[in-house]
């Protein structure tokens, strides 16, 4: 076990610049605005060098001086590897592009990225005191919520969409959280949690609500920029919900150029949204800083329902300051393009990381990606979790097996699976 060296200074509203002291407990700003993290720099990197890297594991607490984690023995750990980038030849062949790699986030604990900024937030809280933490989810933040507070002893609530899927209530409810189901929607969720606050002394910890998840979120930046060797690509594509993730690299793109492991150059962040849930293209595309609030959200994808993100501000920022952009995919073509990715060469994303590959199809045909850019897809959890098409070829041993038929059926399954796939659109 390590000692972990911090270097945070203060925490800083994300609007008014305001500067609130290290170490304590916070939700939002005095202005209710998010607040971020500062570290001292200078001392951080007089502390420790790219080499220095190179002998640690393979996890994420490798860049632990970039995090507010004070003392090793609150790190909760559930074994936060780094996750690989994997190149998409379907899209390069199709593209005829020469490098679409999908940073492939389905690896980490609870099948999702969400393991980044909950590992952190729930390290933080360990620290800070906390006995009792709740957050409203579609799925992967109270699956990584009831993990990490099940492995540091904290009492965890969560309350979902009544139209969350299955697998994911059922995950977060077995991994020790107090599990709610709701008729509303995620804001709605996010409504039981600000409510219940006084009442049941639980912590806050919906996304930006607080100030930590962001900082394990921002990992993906650092993580991104060594695997590529401190040369960022051209372009992210990040499927954006309440974009913890986008604000959390562009993050920690400034936080690595400011202690001078990484030139100027930023890749072009681009938020992609499906068009059923869409407040951040709306907001880009009308040159607004804050998006309005999207009525009757829907979309397959469930991480990307959000009809209201209170960073919304800093994400559009970060967008328009990389000279990037916000676009929006159906559910029709997010699901053929999972499929498609699936069958020509075996990698399973999720619905959200399928919008990535979507809107890359999109936008190379638009001209807005050019296809000599390198490009990052995020797939940010792993396929399994969502339904998938029925596979119903049977093999009956009362009589003898008749290979002709199978290798016909086998043939028929892309055909019956393809329609089935479709038919998810409308679910
Ligand atoms: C949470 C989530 C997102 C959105 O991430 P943000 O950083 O909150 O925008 C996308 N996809 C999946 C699978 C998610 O769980």
Same mark, same amino acid.
């Given at each position: 076990m390590f000692e972990t060296e911090t270097f945070v200074t203060h925490l800083e509203c994300s609007e008014t610049g305001k500067h609130y002291p290290p170490d304590?407990?916070?939700?939002?700003?005095?202005a209710g605005k998010p607040l971020l993290v500062r570290y001292d720099l200078d001392a951080l990197a007089a502390f420790i060098s790219k080499k220095t890297l190179v002998n640690r594991l393979p996890e994420f607490w490798r860049y632990r001086e970039f995090l507010p984690v004070r003392k090793a023995e609150n790190i909760i750990r559930l074994g936060e590897l780094m996750t690989p980038l994997i190149p998409s030849n379907y899209l390069q062949e199709l593209l005829e592009m020469p490098s679409v790699l999908v940073k492939d986030?389905?690896?980490?604990?609870? +099948?999702?990225?969400? !393991?980044? +900024?909950?590992?952190? !937030?729930v390290s933080m809280a360990k620290e800070l005191g906390v006995k009792r933490m709740a957050l409203p989810t579609n799925g992967n933040a109270g699956a990584a919520l009831a993990a990490y507070c099940s492995r540091a002893g904290i009492e965890s609530y969560v309350f979902c969409p009544d139209d969350t899927p299955e697998i994911n209530v059922r995950e977060i409810a077995f991994q020790g959280a107090h599990t709610f189901r709701v008729n509303g929607l995620i804001n709605e969720c996010g409504r039981i949690v600000a409510e219940g606050r006084q009442e049941t002394r639980w912590f806050d910890t919906s996304t930006l609500k607080e100030p930590y998840r962001i900082e394990g979120k921002k990992t993906m930046g650092l993580e991104l920029a060594e695997q590529l060797d401190w040369h960022l690509p051209d372009v992210i594509l990040y499927p954006t919900g309440g974009g913890t993730g986008l604000i959390g690299m562009w993050k920690a793109f400034e936080e690595l150029e400011a202690i001078g492991w990484i030139d100027s150059k930023r890749p072009r962040m681009v938020a992609v949204q499906a068009e059923g849930c869409a407040p951040i293209v709306?907001?880009?595309e009308e040159g607004k800083t804050h998006a309005e609030f999207w009525k009757n959200a829907y979309t397959a994808a469930a991480g990307i329902r959000v009809p209201a993100a209170i960073g919304d501000f800093l994400i559009l920022a970060a967008i328009r300051d990389s000279d990037g952009f916000a676009t929006a995919v159906n559910d029709k073509?997010?699901?053929?393009?999972?499929?498609q990715i699936a069958r020509h060469e075996g990698l399973l994303l999720c619905p959200e990381g399928a919008a990535t590959a979507a809107?890359?199809?999109?936008?190379?045909h638009n001209g807005r990606i050019d296809r000599n850019e390198k490009v990052i897809l995020f797939n940010c959890a792993t396929g399994l979790k969502y339904s998938m098409p029925e596979a119903d070829n049977f093999i009956d041993l009362t009589s003898p097996v008749n290979y002709g038929d199978l290798m016909k059926q086998n043939s028929q399954l892309g055909t019956s699976a393809?329609?089935?796939?479709?038919n998810r659109t409308g679910g």
């Open positions: 304590q407990l916070y939700n939002l700003s005095e986030e389905g690896r980490l604990p609870t +099948g999702s990225f969400k !393991a980044r +900024g909950l590992a952190v !937030a709306k907001a880009y073509d997010i699901l053929d393009t999972q499929f809107a890359l199809i999109k936008e190379v393809k329609a089935q796939a479709a």
